[in-house]
């Protein structure tokens, strides 16, 4: 179980009782304001808790959803554009319009732990959106996975992502030549 310094503060009542737990290994460390009753936990659940108003997406979200075998060395977030930045080297940050950020977002659990991540469909989108940054290999592989899983994405739910983006005319022709 994840907690925020506040969280512990109503469990253990004080700071001193908190630095007992510490010590004792009741609770690790984990981030800045953020501990735990287990010392290795999934960086999806730490970062969710940390940034609450981010959304896991691009390579953290295809790996969870078992779109690729490459497993991500970092934590991929979209959040607010507006928002500060987050100087983490373990995290790559999208900013993104606050209007399109919790579009297509969904609640997975991980190790019975809430973790917002964006759904298939708007990966897919995020995918097409992005396809000239990341590798032709990687980008293949993702397109092929979602090829085989077709019948199982809501086209309405694509159709509705599509237009939220300026160029949706170019990433509906895209999607129609790569995936259907």
Same mark, same amino acid.
Request: aromatic share 12%; hydrophobic share 35%.
């Given at each position: ?9 109503? &469990? =253990?009542?004080?700071?001193? +009782? ?7 290994? /009741?609770?690790?460390? *984990?981030?800045? @304001? ?47 554009? &507006? =928002?500060?930045?987050?100087? +983490? ?7 993104? /319009?606050?209007?399109? *950020?919790?579009? @297509? ?76």
């Amino acid at each position: 179980m994840l907690y925020s310094h506040n969280e512990l503060i109503k &469990k =253990y009542g004080t700071r001193y +009782n908190i630095q007992k737990a510490l010590k004792t290994e /009741e609770i690790y460390k *984990l981030e800045h @304001g953020i501990y735990s009753d287990k010392k290795i936990v999934n960086p999806l659940i730490l970062y969710s808790k940390k940034y609450p108003y981010a959304v896991i997406t691009m390579d953290s979200a295809f790996y969870y959803y078992n779109l690729t075998d490459v497993i991500p060395n970092k934590v991929y977030l979209a959040t607010p554009r &507006k =928002y500060r930045s987050i100087k +983490n080297d373990k995290i790559v940050q999208i900013f993104m /319009e606050k209007n399109i *950020l919790d579009e @297509g977002k969904t609640i997975v659990k991980i190790s019975n732990q809430d973790v917002h991540m964006y759904d298939k469909e708007r990966l897919l989108i995020e995918l097409i959106r992005k396809r000239k940054q990341i590798s032709f290999d990687y980008y293949k592989e993702i397109i092929a996975n979602y090829r085989e899983i077709i019948d199982e994405l809501d086209m309405k739910k694509i159709e509705k992502y599509l237009s939220l983006f300026k160029n949706d005319l170019n990433l509906s022709e895209a999607l129609q030549r790569e995936v259907f």
